[in-house]
């Protein structure tokens, strides 16, 4: 157990890159409309395909000559605005839902458990690509699909946490002094549950980013012209053998997010020393 | 434990052995490849693949079926009728007596000959089924003896013998049918047999010795499916394939030009994409506001730009390759911003909050709907978005995928929406009107008036040729006063081929692309 | 053995009919009217009557739970329905591109397992070289995302170097790049996991036992540790295999592979609906299958799962 201490401070750099890259990344999509050097839809076609680092616009522009640089930078902007979106509501329905599951009747506890089986049994993206598709094409569509799946996860973390709370002694102290089921969740079991549930959500930040710009790649998200990530990204295909720079940025900027993300999950997991309690 | 570690070493033995039994049959398949390579067979990436062996289903392209199947009569490559099944031909002098005379010996690939029974049993079939409204016109079929086949018309008919070129009215023998009528096999009259066919992979065709044109002097044509564009290229530069067509690969024929292993080949087609406004949306149902907004596409610019080689921009409402028939007078407005604007003034839009144009409040906002899956009309739509916004018109894509695409279009749920015009080889492009979408009962019905409809009408029952032609240009003329679609570009056919191919002139033009591989 | 294997069957059976409820919710809520489709698929006109007799025979008219339970028993035996824009069944299509599927996973699915013992065993002391190189593998892995390696690799190796075909199937070679794109990330992930495991067994006292006897520290790793360590890589096959079918859609459709997941993205584009739904429900029924394989195999490895789930 020499190590502990050393994991312990291990944490503190890969949380504190982690979290360096996603508030560079943030910073940028905040304040993308003061820095971009140029509207990200404006279509210039006697500048078109120019490579990186050859005229005005740093990072070349791309089938339509629009400035490459403006549209990573507002793509981030959608991307975090996303990626809120989605976490606000998973974290908020899931961790409630769950309480509610670990500590109300056993036909609710059944039921939402049956459900949220029903929904794991779906490999990954595949049921909100379904859902997306239902919807239609459009980041609203996505940002729907992928909270209807993702709470799950949530969900079941603090059903989990909370079940086996309730076997603590004073949260049984509680029950038998007459708290009510809502004082006791606010009381005793939400304090408990947040260090997990901050941890879940910072990795799952890196996952939802991989979901949005999954589904925009495939078509389902942002439409043209806006600049997400995956939908540039699907766009540059054609263009891979005259200007591979057009592929090669939006997919880094999806990497160094996703990175970022799983970098701040995994410093805070080691710090709040969670990762073999397994819930995650 | 002992033993476990001795059964670990065999299970490494074991693997390093498959390892390199794969490795050496991996060798031995790419060296089985190149050997092949000597005597190559014909290998073409096509986009779409046959929906089944029926020459008359409409979602097959159409390079296959003239090969293994036969029309009546056909197109040659300068899109003038010539004799394929039928030999000869007449029609009496109201139009309404259509005789034909088949080719005498004609046998189908199962050996069973073609007669005049033969053939009215594959009109009877066609004009109850699948082309039901293209035949609409004829009233009676009869067969006097084994090889004339007559067609009674409900209505003086002066271009039958060119109606009956398209591939979809292919021939079949009557053994391809099964109790209910479906095709199931693929029994034609044509150069090559079909060998096999793995359903959205490939599709093997081998000559027909017994072709009544002289047996072909390719052995086999292999169809192969890659449904990408830019995937159909890196499969033909990677030798793959060695025949493609470069529709919609924005970026290749440059690239392949430059390298001395392939040939390009380009000709002019016969069709165009278009855009095609929804008159009946209250946005569009100004004649002035459409022209205006044409006005705002600088196609001059765009075409070449974005699409280079493979495309011509629209000007007038037909690809060249109609020739005469193509109305002399520019369809398309040429592209003035400033009058553009003026003109939309005038109809009573002005400049509202964002730039966006406004009328009684509502504000010029436009769905285009547009395929998905296709990088072309993607980058076209975003460029025609950014274009039309400069005169304060607001553009949401809304994208798609073909097949409903089409039920979207002939629903008229749209507001614009791009797409490719409807292509059915014909030399005079009667049928686009007619059928396709300006007369009172054809399927889509972008736009009809009386006039038109009335011209159109006056067109089918006209046998002089200078007159149809007349005609047509008034047809044309006339829908430019409208404007009901804005002609984007004309789309030229460019193939490429490798090298190896030299000796072969594969015809560029419509659905007889690779008629020259049949030729003996 | 059997009281675990009933009663997981028992768990499966009901998550199959929460799967097959909530794809007929969406199956329901999709848009679309099938009697419309049904009309014009004949080619007949779609007026009220028509409409409301086309309704009744598709059995739309009847309560939304009897409809669900026709749908099921048609589903249970294989009958997925028809495409609303082709002639073909939902079935064959899905019949037809399963394989392709099916291939790409089982090919990475090795890949995955060969890299991960490999790995794994090359890593197991703490703190090593090896160690560090699995651990950054790992993150790195998690990280990328597979439709951007997937144009890398295509980059790379098929457009500036040649050496594999770029895309669809049947050259020699036509599978390395979409394998390796596929497998990748559960590759590094289980190379990882596995690394974690025989480190954990470093000082159990069997290990301790084994080295004062003078054993060689191979002979150990391989004799000693290999086998407790590799039952984790067995649990998280699961994980594993639902990671491979996920990442299938991304990577058919890259490299234009004709396979279950191009079939759904252009049937997504085209409304399609029951063709959508028959992926979204073959796809979980693929997975439900390999997870109670996976936790069969658990239990018949290691008793103790059995003993937990009672």
Not at chain 2, 403 to 414: C, K, L, P, V, W
Not at chain 3, 186 to 191: D, F, S
């Amino acid at each position: 157990m020499s190590c502990g201490l050393f994991r312990h401070k291990q944490g503190t750099v890969t949380l504190s890159c982690g979290a360096l890259l996603l508030g560079t990344l943030a910073g940028l999509a905040l304040f993308a409309p003061l820095i971009a050097p140029a509207n990200p839809i404006d279509v210039n076609l006697s500048q078109r395909l120019i490579p990186p680092f050859e005229s005005s616009a740093l990072l070349g522009t791309d089938q339509l000559g629009r400035c490459v640089l403006s549209r990573l930078l507002h793509g981030a902007r959608i991307t975090f605005t996303a990626v809120f979106a989605i976490l606000s509501f998973t974290v908020l329905s899931g961790t409630l839902l769950g309480c509610l599951a670990g500590q109300g009747p056993a036909w609710v506890d059944g039921l939402l458990t049956r459900f949220t089986d029903g929904v794991m049994a779906f490999p990954g993206l595949i049921l909100a690509l379904a859902i997306a598709g239902i919807l239609g094409p459009g980041l609203s569509s996505v940002i729907l699909a992928l909270c209807g799946v993702q709470w799950v996860r949530f969900f079941r973390l603090a059903r989990s946490m909370t079940a086996s709370l309730r076997e603590r002694a004073y949260v049984q102290a509680a029950i038998i002094s007459g708290a009510g089921t809502w004082a006791i969740m606010i009381g005793h079991v939400l304090p408990k549950l947040l260090p997990s549930v901050a941890v879940l959500a910072t990795l799952q930040m890196g996952r939802i980013v991989l979901s949005v710009s999954s589904l925009s790649f495939l078509g389902l998200g942002a439409i043209p012209p806006a600049p997400e990530w995956g939908a540039m990204l699907s766009e540059s295909k054609t263009y891979m053998q005259s200007a591979p720079y057009l592929f090669f940025l939006p997919g880094f900027c999806i990497f160094l997010a996703v990175l970022g993300g799983q970098l701040m999950g995994m410093g805070l997991q080691k710090k709040l020393d969670l990762s073999r309690k397994g819930y995650l | 434990m002992n033993a476990c570690v001795r059964r670990l070493g065999t299970a490494f033995q074991t693997l390093a052995l498959v390892l390199a039994l794969v490795l050496s049959l991996g060798l031995a398949l790419v060296r089985g490849q190149t050997a092949q390579a000597a005597m190559t067979p014909v290998i073409i990436g096509e986009d779409v693949d046959i929906a089944g062996f029926d020459p008359a289903l409409n979602e097959s392209p159409w390079a296959f079926r003239p090969l293994v199947y036969n029309t009546l009569v056909e197109l040659d490559l300068d899109f003038k009728v010539t004799p394929s099944l039928a030999t000869h031909w007449e029609a009496s002098l109201d139009g309404r007596t259509w005789t034909f005379f088949l080719r005498p010996d004609v046998v189908f690939h199962d050996g069973s000959p073609l007669t005049a029974e033969v053939v009215k049993m594959n009109f009877e079939r066609l004009r109850e089924g699948a082309q039901k409204s293209w035949l609409s016109g004829i009233e009676e079929i009869s067969v006097p003896d084994e090889a004339t086949v007559v067609f009674r018309m409900n209505a003086p008919t002066f271009i039958f013998d060119s109606h009956l070129t398209p591939p979809f009215l292919s021939i079949v023998g009557p053994a391809a049918l099964d109790d209910e009528g479906k095709v199931v096999a693929a029994i034609g009259t044509g150069p090559f047999t079909v060998e096999s066919w793995q359903k959205g992979r490939e599709c093997v065709l081998k000559a027909n010795p017994s072709y009544w044109g002289g047996k072909p002097r390719t052995d086999q044509v292999i169809f192969r499916i890659i449904r990408d564009p830019d995937a159909r290229v890196m499969a033909f530069e990677s030798g793959d394939v060695n025949l493609v067509s470069l529709r919609g690969a924005l970026t290749a024929v440059q690239r392949l030009e430059k390298n001395e292993a392939f040939t390009i080949l380009k000709r002019t087609g016969q069709t165009s994409e278009n855009i095609y406004l929804n008159t009946r949306r209250p946005l569009l149902s100004d004649a002035r506001v459409r022209r205006a907004l044409a006005k705002a596409l600088d196609l001059e610019t765009m075409i070449p730009e974005l699409l280079g080689e493979t495309a011509e921009p629209g000007r007038t409402f037909f690809a060249s390759g109609f020739g005469a028939y193509v109305s002399p007078t520019p369809y398309m407005p040429r592209f003035d911003l400033d009058q553009a604007k003026r003109l939309l003034a005038e109809a009573g839009w002005k400049v509202g909050p964002r730039g966006v144009l406004e009328k009684d409040g509502s504000p010029m906002k436009l769905s285009l709907t547009v395929v998905a899956n296709n990088a072309e009309n993607m980058l076209l739509a975003a460029a025609i978005q950014h274009a039309l916004k400069a005169v304060g018109c607001e553009v949401v894509l809304n994208p798609v995928e073909s097949a409903a695409i089409t039920e979207q279009f002939r629903n008229g749920d749209y507001d614009l929406l791009m797409l490719g015009q409807w292509l059915i080889p014909h030399n005079e492009p009667f049928t686009h009107y007619r059928f396709g979408y300006y007369h009172d009962n054809s399927t889509y019905k972008v736009s009809t008036s009386p006039e038109i409809t009335a011209l159109i009408d006056e067109l089918e029952s006209t046998a002089d040729r200078e007159r149809r032609l007349e005609l047509h240009h008034a047809i044309q003329d006339g829908l430019g006063q409208v404007m009901p679609a804005w002609v984007l570009f004309h789309r030229n056919n460019v193939i490429a081929v490798s090298r190896d191919f030299a000796d072969f002139t594969v015809s560029v033009g419509t659905w007889q692309l690779y008629r020259d591989l049949a030729k003996p | 053995m059997l009281r675990f294997a009933t009663k997981r069957l028992l768990g499966v059976f009901i998550t199959a009919l929460f799967v097959t409820f909530l794809t007929f919710c969406l199956l329901k809520a999709a848009p679309g009217d099938p009697a419309l489709i049904l009309l014009q698929q004949q080619e007949s006109v779609a007026d009220e009557d028509s409409l409301a007799e086309a309704r009744q025979a598709l059995g739309l008219d009847r309560p939304f739970f009897v409809q669900y339970a026709v749908w099921l028993s048609r589903i249970v035996r294989g009958d997925l329905g028809g495409s609303y824009y082709t002639s073909a069944r939902v079935g064959d299509e899905i019949k037809r591109a399963f394989p392709v599927t099916l291939d790409l996973t089982l090919r990475a699915l090795l890949a995955t397992l060969i890299v991960s013992l490999v790995l794994g065993l090359a890593s197991a002391r703490e703190g090593g070289l090896w160690d560090y190189l699995t651990r950054a593998g790992a993150v790195f892995g998690s990280a990328v995302p597979s439709f951007w390696l997937g144009l890398l690799l295509m980059w790379i190796f098929a457009v500036q170097l040649g050496y594999f075909p770029a895309v669809g199937l049947g050259r020699p070679w036509s599978m390395v790049l979409p394998t390796l794109t596929l497998a990748l990330g559960p590759a590094l992930y289980n190379a990882r996991l596995f690394a974690a495991c025989i480190q954990e067994t470093d000082d159990e006292e069997y290990v301790l036992f084994a080295r004062s006897k003078g054993l060689s520290e191979t002979r150990i790793l391989l004799l000693h540790r290999l086998k407790p360590s590799l039952i984790p890589l067995v649990a998280s096959l699961s994980v594993t295999v639902g990671m491979l079918l996920a990442g299938t859609v991304l990577v058919e459709n890259i490299f234009a592979l004709p396979g279950m997941g191009v079939l759904a993205v252009e049937a997504v584009f085209n409304r399609d609906f029951p063709v959508v739904m028959g992926y979204v429900l073959a796809m979980a029924g693929v997975f439900t299958l390999v997870n109670l394989a996976a936790d069969l195999l658990c239990a018949w490895i290691d008793p103790r799962v059995r003993l937990e789930a009672r």
